[in-house]
């Protein structure tokens, strides 16, 4: 019997520990993962930031059990940081690897969060939609674009 796999508050994907179900025979192996991995995030370019989430929650998602438990997965999403990312991380994931309440893939999510995410950014997105204007560009190029500053704004749900 399959141990069942589970999304955290974040929408992520958390596996079960292994126990003899799972992996606790010799003869059986994780599954093969589905998704390349996502390229490493060095810090240097936060507006890059977002797009490495995105591919590192599809990442642990659709590869979670190829991937392993809950702490695999944490240890995995560390793997992907380099350089000054991985330097900002690291005292929480040495503080923590030890826990198994704070070390978790929802608790590594909200620290890459408070280390890169752009707090600004939804005042950005709401002050560009008090500004925007066709201009030449065609309707539709116009509307991705308000959809796209809607969303960052916070605006749709």
């Not at 599954?31 to 591919?55: C, H, I, Y």
């Not at 590594?108 to 890169?116: G, H, K, T, W």
């Not at 005042?123 to 960052?152: I, P, V």
Request: proline share 6%; glycine share 8%; with cysteine.
């Amino acid at each position: 019997m399959a141990a069942a796999i589970y999304r955290d508050s974040t929408g992520g994907c958390l596996a079960p520990e292994p126990g003899p179900e799972l992996y606790g025979h010799p003869d059986t192996k994780r599954p093969r993962a589905k998704l390349p991995d996502p390229e490493k995030f060095t810090g240097e370019d936060l507006s890059l930031f977002p797009q490495f989430l995105g591919k590192l929650q599809a990442k642990l998602e659709i590869d979670a059990a190829a991937i392993g438990t809950g702490r695999d997965h944490v240890w995995y999403g560390f793997s992907r940081l380099d350089g000054k990312a991985a330097a900002r991380l690291y005292p929480w994931t040495s503080t923590y690897k030890d826990s198994a309440t704070n070390f978790t893939v929802e608790s590594f999510y909200m620290q890459l969060s408070i280390a890169f995410e752009d707090q600004a950014q939804r005042d950005k997105a709401l002050n560009r939609l008090n500004t925007l204007r066709q201009g030449s560009r065609s309707f539709n190029e116009l509307l991705s674009e308000l959809d796209r500053l809607l969303l960052e704004a916070g605006c749709q749900k």
